[in-house]
């Protein structure tokens, strides 16, 4: 198998073989005592427990993971607290919710100066690692080792960041973030305990199938969940609004592997395909890998093309080949995990280390029609979590509420380490060894921020008990919604005019109050976007004239946007109002003003936007010239200092002083980057440069 001949290649390549994977460590001191055993700490990225058989699967099996229940505590009340992935993993690593660790939504950038548990362990003793998916765009901090994929990380032939060293490796995710990480088990120092950490891109979009399971589920048919078909009748404009739904907002090509190359246009008509980028992630394959991939996948393009699928069909097809996909990916995850504790017990290490498997939060696998996550609704707001402790009794199903908040002062507490008390969570421990505390949690406080964004989940805040959930949708909403998880655990009626509960809600506002002054969450205003500005300058009410046009997609308030007084504001999280900005598509900006007059100039400034996970990119410079009648003359150029690279999402001023220069004309000329460039997702397609005000002084 072709396969496996590249993994022993890689396994060779740095320096670990199955042969020493098997051997026993026999000789040298394991480096755990009773009171600090060893760690791993599992996570997926986008499992959902309902695809878990130990959590009651209807569309798999996961015999692996299921070990670990057997044999562990599996919690059946496992929240997260914001239901997207990096703000999931610094909650992970602090133990603090989403507003105190900085991280609210994908867009933000971890501050890896605060503390974090890894930290503490290494301040005591412990030696840690880091291998995986991390997604927090600074570089890790507390870890002995780290082995991580940049951004998303891709399925095949991934590159990885290797302590600040990026390299491709041939093989699948999977395979080799799991390798990388007992490579690192084998070579550690043995005289000290350990933490791992070590978090798996999959199961997350656009789930790509390793190798060896390209073909399973071929000839499955999944039970359908029963609300599919949503209407959302009986919810607010959050559930309407999202876009998430299998039915429109997946592609064609890119999430549903119905390949885009030479197809015909009828084909693809109505239908939204990634293309280019598409095309892009399969190329990294090497020519064995992308043939076995033809070959598999083939049978679905044509029968796509045979079946005129459409309305409700067209649905149900697309559901069947999602989670043909999702569970395909799954199935490698689970081979790995299996992978991982057949070393761990070939090595002596399995019952005395502390195991946690998770994901960093739920997902919907078409429930409500959907795919992804975010909202408060069960199938996101759950996670599973499985946590095999050292000599805890065996198959043990808790279901007290625990969060995220909770996996840093558990692992700490198991490390016998003092638990610092801004750390937001608590310990397991008890729960796991049968004592839940007489006064633990009976409800759970939510709030997620990454709105808008391009699935259109709108911000939200809310609190759930056994019982009950109570959500408020707020910024560009204001709506509440109220669950009655006993008689509507699919949450399909928002109860919250019913005049039955309003005693209820009454004491689950108190309640929600409470757990948002406890968590000191209270300022509603502090991670909402800034608001855009007016400003008085010389230029206001300038006329402008375009070489080339701006798109009409993005026009600013008005044709003299960029001489109007108004300007974008510096804070971009989620959610900021775009109206100022004036977007030119693969064309430079080349514009003339005219002030009417001549004008005396001591400084010309221009701003312009960076996000470039919605393609707009910094100019590489900005020229400003100046003239009286036609003859213009370059006063100077302003260069582009930050790294075009960069994932902030932020305004730049490109300011020149001009020191009483006089002129009646200004032109500016901002180099647009044309088409994106080949690291990124757009590569080849055309770029987009955003201007809101040239301010003249
Ligand atoms: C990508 C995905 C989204 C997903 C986000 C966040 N689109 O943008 O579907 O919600 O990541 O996921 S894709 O076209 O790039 O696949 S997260 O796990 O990082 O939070
Ligand atoms: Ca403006």
């Known amino acids: 198998m072709r396969n496996n001949y590249s993994r022993r290649k890689f396994i060779k390549s740095v320096g670990f073989g199955a042969v020493s994977l098997a051997l026993p460590d026999l000789m040298v001191p394991s480096g755990r005592s009773e009171n600090r055993p060893n760690i791993i700490f599992v996570m997926s990225d986008d499992h959902a427990y309902q695809a878990i058989s130990s959590y009651g699967s209807k569309i798999n099996k996961t015999p692996n993971i299921d070990r670990l229940a057997k044999e562990g505590t599996r919690f059946e009340q496992s929240f997260v607290t914001n239901s997207i992935c990096a703000p999931s993993r610094a909650v992970l690593l602090t133990g603090k919710y989403s507003h105190l660790n900085g991280m609210i939504d994908n867009g933000t950038t971890f501050d890896g100066n605060q503390q974090t548990f890894t930290k503490i362990l290494q301040k005591n003793g412990y030696q840690t690692a880091m291998v995986g998916k991390w997604h927090l765009k600074s570089q890790p901090t507390g870890f002995d080792y780290w082995n991580i994929l940049p951004g998303q990380g891709h399925y095949y032939n991934p590159d990885f960041i290797e302590m600040g060293r990026k390299k491709r490796v041939e093989g699948y995710v999977t395979d080799l973030t799991t390798d990388f990480a007992l490579n690192w088990v084998n070579k550690r120092d043995r005289n000290k305990p350990f933490c791992l950490l070590l978090h798996h891109k999959a199961p997350h979009r656009n789930w790509m199938p390793g190798p060896d399971h390209l073909e399973k589920y071929e000839n499955t048919r999944f039970p359908e969940p029963d609300t599919l078909f949503d209407n959302f009748d009986g919810r607010g404009s959050a ?49 064995d890998q992308r043939e076995r991939w033809n070959r598999s996948y083939g049978p679905r393009k044509k029968e796509f093309k045979r079946g005129k699928l459409e309305g409700e069909k067209l649905i149900r097809w697309k559901y069947q080949n999602y989670m043909r996909d999702y569970l395909r990916c799954i199935a490698s995850l689970d081979d790995n995990i299996g992978r991982m504790i057949d070393y761990l017990k070939g090595n002596d290490l399995y019952e005395d280390t502390l195991i946690i498997y998770t994901s960093d939060q739920g997902f919907y696998l078409g429930e409500h029609g959907w795919f992804d996550k975010r909202f408060m609704y069960e199938e996101s707001h759950r996670m599973p979590l499985i946590i095999k402790a050292p000599g805890q009794k ?166 003299n946007a960029l001489a109007d007084g108004w300007q974008g504001p510096d804070k971009y999280y989620s959610g900021v109002d775009y109206s100022v900005w004036q977007g030119f598509k693969k064309n430079d900006l080349i514009a003339t003003i005219d002030f009417g007059k001549e004008i005396e100039i001591n400084s010309v400034s221009a701003g312009f936007l960076h996000n470039i996970e919605s393609w707009i990119f910094l100019p590489d410079a900005v020229e400003f010239s100046v003239s009286n009648d036609t003859n213009f003359k370059s006063i100077g150029k302003v260069k582009r200092k930050m790294d075009i690279k960069s994932t902030l999402v932020l305004r730049k001023e490109f300011e020149l002083k001009t020191e009483g220069i006089c002129a009646r004309y200004l032109k500016i000329h901002a180099k647009n980057i044309g088409f994106c460039p080949n690291w990124h997702k757009g590569a080849g397609e055309k770029g987009w440069l955003f201007a809101d005000e040239i301010i003249v002084k």
Do not use: C
């Open 394 to 559: 065996k198959g043990k199903v808790s279901s007290d509420m625990v969060l995220n908040l909770d996996f840093a002062p558990t692992i700490l507490d198991y490390a016998g380490v003092k638990i610092p008390g801004d750390i937001q969570g608590k310990s397991l421990k008890n729960i796991i060894q049968g004592k839940t505390p007489a006064d633990w949690r009976r409800s759970v406080y939510y709030h997620y921020y990454e709105h808008p964004s391009p699935h259109n989940v709108k911000r939200h805040y809310g609190i759930r008990t056994s019982r009950y959930k109570l959500i408020h949708f707020y910024y560009d909403i204001d709506e509440w919604e109220l669950y009655d998880l006993k008689k509507d655990p699919q949450e399909m009626n928002n109860v919250y005019n019913n005049a039955d509960y309003q005693n209820i809600i009454i004491e689950l506002k108190e309640e929600l109050q409470k757990l948002r002054k406890k968590y000191k969450d209270t300022d509603e205003t502090k991670f909402l976007p800034g608001k855009n500005r007016k400003i008085n300058h010389k230029g206001v009410g300038a006329k402008i004239t375009f070489k080339y046009p701006y798109d009409k997609k993005y026009p600013g308030n008005n044709p």
């Open 239 to 287: 559930a309407r609004d999202q876009n998430m739904e299998i039915s429109k907002d997946m592609y064609l090509d890119y999430d549903l592997k119905v390949d885009s190359e030479g197809a015909d246009k009828e084909l693809f008509e109505n239908e939204k395909v990634m293309g280019k980028w598409w095309n892009k992630v399969l190329s990294r394959m090497t020519p």
